[in-house]
Structures are given as structure tokens and as C-alpha cells.
């Protein structure tokens, strides 16, 4: 539920929204007692699903409300309405420093100024014991009158200590600037992540674009964890060698490599930026458009716009609006032909007929000027696409998401697109897009699941159910049918080889801790873990003696355990019971026909 404009929420009326993120929305309001407007961020109404969150909420608030720095945005307050936990934060005119990055490079004194700025905010919060877990240039306030802000302290510090569906569910962090161990998930962060974050930020303003970049988060948090990073001398030769040496540090993949600290990497920067003769201040240094060169495939950044980046169409296309216009009814026409194969979907009847089409963004002003083409999907087993995306409805369905990319149904479509042509991963990628679009939407979710339910793509089908299943409020749980269904897709996945890397087993035992404890049993046995297989299946039996799986667990750790006879007679007793529901009948039966 979203605050009305003009309504009251305790002493604040709302004026208008200033912007909306996967965790909070923002609105500027005015306090009649004091006189002066506030920023008020609303957190996600998925936070309340962790009941001890709202003290929490409270705690957390009241440290990061202790920051006082002149380049932190202060806390003035905290409360709730209507359920709904908010933090009220002075409000500063002016703009991000995305927005300005957008309209091209930054000047010496600007990047100076962030330097400073964001680095001794940094500095003060890691003194304090505060660490910040997502530094990007939409968290750095410009105010009209220059001075820079850090932003999202305290978002940032209480969503990580919640255990709602929101940062349980997914990785705290925007994916182009998140460091390899928050991308890995690690629980035991410190200030080593907020340095190589600011150093991704250093490394976009001095090169001209992000080190990482592709069309799915997930393609962006393998690159950040596995792949090097793209020399800045390789993408911009006018980057300085010194400075060079400085990003490097930054963003070493092992936090022992990086500097001890975000005072000595803002000093290291500033020397190198000197020390190349580019002074700090007094002289303008940009990177001139089109500066910047490709570098070979093997460590060049991906060429797709950031996921949260919106960007101008280029001027010199406004040259040729024919060759625009004919692009563009080459395009439509290809989507008319291609998303006829999706009529007979459920996708396709919930796909939104009203979005009207944009043209795709050229790239911005510091990034390379030619016409982008497909990211890759780098990940150990897959391969470029082809120019044709393999076939005419596959490539509908993507151009249909790059048109739309803020509708689920869209990047569903894409999804199931991706699965029937055998790119699974980038399937589930697609996927994971599609659901962070309608987080709680019941009938989105319960229409996913089944899509992949029915190509047994047992992984997505896993995702989808779970999170439906917490859609429900407490006091209506899911219907039996979908917790049966859940079952069967956790019980499958853990034999599958991608689940690790879009399910969690934290978050099937947030929802259904036996199945989760199943599905480890089921996962170790699958890499021949017998007795861990075995601990994990006694585990669960404790917890819920009553779960169907416990017995379909223990007939496939017998069969490895090659006691064939007691195995049998297992699998007999299950197809025996007529309380199983019909996917445990089913795989007991195939299991007996393996026997000897």
C-alpha cells in the first residue's frame, strides 16, 4: 500500500514521490511544526513479515541515527503507520550523482569532490562501526548548492539485519557495484566491501563506464566474483598509470589485497591523480566522448546498459530518424510474428496490451558509441548467443522484455522463451528479473511456478512457489495444492545442478524448514554425501515426523547404500500408503523399476 498524496502520516503530510526501489519508497512531505519539508523513506511492507522486526527496526534506527557528519544525510526520526516503518531524513534539493554521471563526464574538482566527500563520510561510519553495503552513485546526493551527501545509511544497515523476503531473498547490493563477497553472500562483512564499491564508483567516473555490466544481474555477480577486471588502460588510454595501479587495489577480488582503509585509498587516488599531473583542482580533465576502445572479449566490461540506468538517445541518431523509424517497424513486426507463439500461454494472456514501446537507449555519452548488440552470459557452460537469438519467438520474447523491461509478464515470457531453447541459465536469470517485478503478486507467481512446474524445470518452478507461498498472509496460508507442489519442485531441485546458484537453502527452510532440511539430505546425496545425507534425513524426521518425503529420502539413501532388499521393501511401503500425494507414487515406482 502506497502513501496518498496530501495525506498525514503522523506529523508529516506527503507532497509528492520522489522515487521508488526494491526496498523502500521515497517521499518529500512537509512538517507543519517545524516548517520545512523532509524526505520520508517507506520500507517494503514484506519487511513486517519478520515479526521481530519492527524492534529491530527501532535499534537499528536509533545507530545509524547517531551519524553526524557534514556529507551523511541525517536521520531526523523514525515511526510507523499504518504498519508501515519509516525513516524521516532531511530533505536536499538537487539531484544524484547518477543523474550527472548520465549527462557525461565529471570535471577533476567534481571527482575531487566525491573523493572527499564520500570518503570521509565512509571513513566516519567505519570509525562508528557502521558499515554502509551499498555505495553507487544514485546513493550520493548533489544539493543545489554542491555539496555532496551519502545517502541510505540507515536502509541499507536495517534491510541487512531483517529477515524478511526482501533481504533474505535476494543479495544486499545493486549488482554493478557489489563486491565479490557480498555477491557470494558472506554474512561477515566489513569495511573492505564499502572499498570496493567506492572503487567500482572511482573506476566509472575515471574510465567512463562500470568495470561489469550485462542484461542480468546475475551475469554482473559471476563477473564480480570470477571474472578479472577489465584494465582501465585497456577501455580508456587516458586513464593514468598511477591511477590505474589505485583501482586495481580497489577492487582485488580478496579483501586482504584491498586497502585497509577507505581514508588510505581516497590519499592513494589523490597522489596517483597528482602525481600523473592532473591536478585535483584548477584544471577541467574529461574523457571526450568516443575516448574510450574496446578491449578484447576475454576481459572487456559487457556492453548492456546498468539494470537501474536510463540514458538519452544519442544526438547524432537524431541525424537519421528514417533509419530510426524503419528499425523500429522492423522490430515491431518481428515481435507481432514471434509473440503469436505464446497465444496459447498463460503468459501471453497476461502480458500488458497497453505498454507502449520505446525505442532502446543508445549508450551514454562515457561509454562506447557503437550500437550495442547482445550481452554474453558469462557463466562456465554457456555460450554466446547467436546473432538470431536461435529463433524468431525467442528472439519476440527478448525484444518484447528490452521494450517493456519494467513488466514481470514480459520477462516471464522471455524466460520460458530462453528454457524451450535450452539456455537455462539464462532462463532462470529472466525469471529472477520477472519475479523481483511483482514481489508479492499471488497470481504472478502461482502462473510462473506452474509455467515451469510443467517443463519440470524443477529449480524455477522451487523459486516461484516459495515465494508464493510467503504472498500469503500468516492468518491464510497457501492451499494444499500449492504446498504440494512446492514439495515436489524443492524435493527435484536439489538433483539439479544450477539450484545452488538461484535457490538458497536458508530461504526453503525460512519457508518450510523440513523441506529445507530435505533438500540438503537430497542435495548431499546427490554428490555421494551418505552420511551427511543420512544426518540431514534423521534431522527432519525429529522436526516433523508426519512429512511424506522423509520416507521417499530414506528409499534413496538405502538404494545407495546398495541394501537393495530394504530399500524395496521402502519404496513398497510408500506406494502402499494412499496419503502420498501422486509426484511420491509416481517417482517411488520409478525408483522400484531401477532395482535389481
Keep these: 500500500m502506497s502513501f496518498s498524496i496530501g495525506e498525514n502520516v503522523g506529523a508529516y503530510r506527503i507532497a509528492e514521490q520522489l522515487g521508488q526501489g526494491g526496498m523502500a519508497t521515497v517521499y518529500k512531505a512537509y512538517h507543519a511544526a517545524l516548517d520545512r519539508y523532509v524526505a520520508l523513506k517507506v520500507l517494503h511492507p514484506a519487511f513486517n513479515e519478520d515479526k521481530s522486526f519492527e524492534l529491530r527496526f527501532q535499534r537499528e534506527a536509533r545507530v545509524v541515527a547517531k551519524l553526524e557528519h557534514p556529507h551523511i544525510v541525517p536521520i531526523y526520526d523514525y515511526a510507523e503507520h499504518e504498519h508501515r516503518p519509516y525513516l524521516v531524513m532531511k530533505f536536499i534539493p538537487g539531484e544524484t550523482l ?8 565529471l570535471t577533476s574538482e567534481e571527482i575531487q569532490d566525491v573523493v572527499d566527500s564520500v570518503g570521509s563520510a565512509l571513513g566516519y561510519a567505519h570509525r562508528q562501526g557502521i558499515l554502509h553495503r551499498d555505495i553507487k552513485p544514485s546513493n550520493v546526493l548533489i544539493s543545489t548548492d554542491g ?9 541499507a544497515r536495517i534491510a541487512q539485519m531483517g529477515e524478511s523476503t526482501l533481504s533474505s531473498d535476494s543479495i544486499m547490493g545493486t549488482p554493478q557495484y557489489i563486491s565479490p563477497e557480498q555477491a557470494m553472500g558472506k554474512k561477515e562483512l566489513d569495511a573492505g566491501t564499502d572499498i570496493y564499491s567506492f572503487g567500482v564508483m572511482l573506476y566509472e567516473m575515471v574510465v567512463g563506464q562500470v568495470p561489469f555490466n550485462a ?14 577486471l577489465p584494465m582501465p588502460r585497456a577501455v580508456n588510454p587516458k586513464v593514468p598509470e598511477t ?7 580497489a577492487l582485488s577480488k580478496e579483501r586482504a589485497d584491498r586497502y585497509a582503509s577507505v581514508e588510505e585509498m581516497s590519499q592513494a587516488f589523490k597522489d596517483a591523480w597528482v602525481a600523473a599531473g592532473v591536478p585535483m583542482r584548477g584544471t577541467a580533465i574529461t574523457l571526450p566522448h568516443g575516448s574510450t576502445r574496446t578491449v578484447p572479449r576475454e576481459t572487456a566490461p559487457k556492453l548492456a546498459e546498468p539494470v537501474e540506468t536510463v540514458v538519452a538517445v544519442e544526438l547524432k541518431a537524431k541525424r537519421f530518424p528514417w533509419a530510426i523509424a524503419a528499425g523500429l517497424m522492423v522490430l515491431l513486426v518481428c515481435g507481432l510474428v514471434g509473440l503469436a507463439a505464446f497465444r496459447n500461454s498463460g503468459i501471453f494472456r497476461r502480458l500488458n496490451a497497453t505498454t507502449t514501446p520505446l525505442p532502446p537507449s543508445l549508450p551514454s555519452p562515457a561509454r562506447d558509441p557503437k550500437p550495442q548488440v547482445v550481452a554474453t552470459m558469462l557463466s562456465p557452460n554457456s555460450q554466446p548467443l547467436p546473432p538470431d537469438l536461435n529463433s524468431p519467438q525467442l ?3 527478448y525484444d518484447a522484455a528490452q521494450l517493456n523491461p519494467d513488466d514481470p509478464n514480459a520477462h516471464l515470457a522471455l524466460a520460458v522463451a530462453y528454457w524451450d531453447a535450452g539456455l537455462r541459465r539464462q532462463a532462470l536469470e529472466a525469471l529472477t528479473t520477472a519475479a ?3 514481489p508479492m503478486d499471488q497470481d504472478f507467481l502461482l502462473g510462473a511456478a506452474k509455467e515451469f512446474h510443467a517443463r519440470e524445470a524443477w529449480t524455477a518452478a522451487s523459486a516461484m512457489y516459495i515465494r508464493l507461498m510467503r504472498a500469503y498472509p500468516p492468518n491464510d496460508p497457501a492451499p494444499t495444492e500449492i504446498i504440494d507442489a512446492m514439495h515436489e519442485s524443492v524435493y527435484k531441485s536439489a538433483g539439479e545442478p544450477e539450484f545452488t546458484l538461484f535457490l538458497q537453502f ?6 518450510d524448514q523440513a523441506m529445507g532440511i530435505i533438500m540438503r539430505g537430497r542435495s548431499a546425496l546427490t554428490v555421494g554425501k551418505l552420511e551427511d545425507a543420512r544426518n540431514y534425513l534423521n534431522q527432519a524426521r525429529g522436526m516433523k515426523p508426519d512429512l511424506r518425503e522423509t520416507a521417499l529420502l530414506e528409499a534413496e539413501i538405502l538404494i545407495h547404500e546398495k541394501r537393495i532388499d530394504e530399500a524395496r521393501a521402502a519404496l513398497s511401503a510408500i506406494g502402499a500408503d494412499q496419503n502420498n500425494p501422486e509426484w511420491i507414487h509416481i517417482m517411488a515406482e520409478g525408483l522400484m523399476k531401477t532395482l535389481p
Design 506 to 511: 536458508e530461504m526453503v527452510e525460512r519457508t
Design 243 to 249: 591511477v590505474e595501479r589505485v583501482l586495481l587495489k
Design 215 to 228: 542484461d542480468t544481474p546475475f551475469s554482473i555477480i559471476h563477473d564480480h566474483i570470477y571474472t578479472p
Design 436 to 438: 523481483n517485478l511483482a
Design 98 to 105: 547518477k543523474a550527472r554521471l548520465l549527462r557525461g563526464p
Design 395 to 397: 528472439k519476440a520474447a
Design 147 to 155: 555539496v555532496m551527501y551519502l545517502a541510505d545509511f540507515g536502509l
